[in-house]
């Protein structure tokens, strides 16, 4: 058993070792903490290839963008900070990514003021925007502001359109939780494991990916296959080492279940010492621009997400409906000891399963992280909307994962529009787990099955 634990590890560290060593690389050769910040101009952001001069004590940093065209920056423009009683502090133009840096003698309240004769001819401070921002200086190194150029009024914008928006938002969102649920569900109709260190399967894809990209340079699509197939012998290692030892011991599910929670934050903390705590982008389809397709605004990666999601969805459900190895899964399912008296080989099964609802939990990651950001805690946010989607739908039963995942992508992405705050919009949905598990506990389209 040590034996078999310690492989599990080795395969651990060969996978996050490399992008451990690149990250300590990155520290150490960049001064740029967060390239969040740094992209949206917040505090914390430094620029590291910027041609000013980053001051040694603090400093105001103001980068100024057009949103009427894709974010880009606006060159040449003057920029005046002054302190809190009024007297000038500094006055500097924005360099080629838009950027003004400007050392102040203290921490405090500043103003930044525009000078609107310098801006670019065609462009043009929107109806919204003052020429004056307000930065509280609470930092001994770059505090941060953002100056929007074109920004139109939210209240432009009808609520229809709004609501198509939030629609196909909740469809994409719900087509990447449907592939996890469908793993699974997969997973605990053969096994009947409930596994809760499946998010850290999700968070695992996205990880695999950022690794292919960012270290190994390979295109995000390559990273994408490369990372699902990694997840596939993932799971297979993890099924050989761990659950199968577990199983010809007799081990209990709920004893099984525990040991999922160990893993699950044992995975949790290698990926925070491997990548860190920050957020991290993939080299490509970070920020697309939407394109109109009548009512509907979608990115090209946003219908390259849903259409990848959907075909492998459409693949694996006809495949396990029609072929040999589905028809042993779902015999497996109804009745381990009869299939491996009929002659199937259960333990042959079964790994097949944790390979395949590895690889389709890893793919939904690698979606995740191109339509996000890649971070250690993202599997671990996803995992009780897994549950959740699997429950509503019904356990064990994939026409119950799809179904659920659905409903509850769009009641995640479609709540903010009714008044549900963005920050707990996730609330509604584990609302409705709590009201199915009281009310019809075998779930939509599961079936009732008598217990003693």
Partial sequence: MRLRVTALLAF??????????????????????????EATGEPGGTETDAPQEIPEGPYIRVRLVDKAADDAPVVGVELTVASEDGGEVGTAETDAEGVVIVAIPELGTYTVELDEDTLPSGIELSDDTGTEITITARI??????????????VSTVSFADRLTTSLMSGVK??????????????????????NFAHGELITFGAIATYVMNRVLDLPVVAAGVAAVLTAAIFGWLQDRVLWRPLRRRGTGLIAMMIVSIGLGLLLRNLYQYSIGSSRKSLSQYVSQGRNDYGPISLADKEIAIMGVALVTIVIVCVALMRTRLGKAMRAVSDNPALAASSGLKVDRVISSVWV?????????????????????????????????????????????ALFGSMVIGIMVEVGPLFGVPSSIKEVGALVVLILVLLIRPQGLLGRRERIG
């Fill in 140 to 153: 001994n190194g770059a505090n941060g502001g953002l100056f929007p150029i074109g920004v139109q009024e």
């Fill in 12 to 37: 651990l560290v060969v996978v996050l070792l490399p992008l451990g060593a690149h990250a300590a690389t990155q520290e150490t050769t960049s001064p740029t903490a967060d390239p969040t910040a």
């Fill in 356 to 400: 395949l609802g590895t690889a389709l939990t890893g793919l939904s990651g690698v979606l995740l992280a191109v339509n996000s950001q890649v971070n250690f805690l993202m599997g671990f946010k996803l995992l009780l909307l897994v549950f959740a989607a699997v429950t509503l739908g019904g356990l064990g039963t994939i026409w119950g």
């Fill in 173 to 194: 969102f719900g087509l990447i939780v449907a592939l996890a649920a469908l793993g699974l569900s997969l997973i605990f109709g053969t096994t009947g494991l409930t």
